[in-house]
């Protein structure tokens, strides 16, 4: 993954060094929010649908608040 940073745009990590996070059924996956990332394009048959989720969560006065 690319380490974004302030001096860094959307361009510039398009062009960087990337990534392949294999992924798992059954796993959750966490990131700091400091990479640019974009899903790899996959084949999907006919009558057939992909579907992501994105979830943030924060920590507050020491319960983590999750939600999709």
Not at 14 to 41: R, T
Request: hydrophobic share 30%; aromatic share 14%; proline share 1%.
């Amino acid at each position: 993954m690319f380490q974004a940073d302030k001096t860094c745009d959307k361009w510039s990590a398009s062009k960087s060094k990337k990534a392949l996070i294999e992924y798992s059924i059954g796993y959750l996956y966490l990131h700091d929010g400091n990479h640019y990332h974009i899903m790899k394009p996959s084949k999907i048959g006919k009558n057939e649908y992909r579907i992501t989720l994105q979830g943030h969560g924060i920590l507050c006065n020491g319960v983590w608040n999750i939600y999709w």
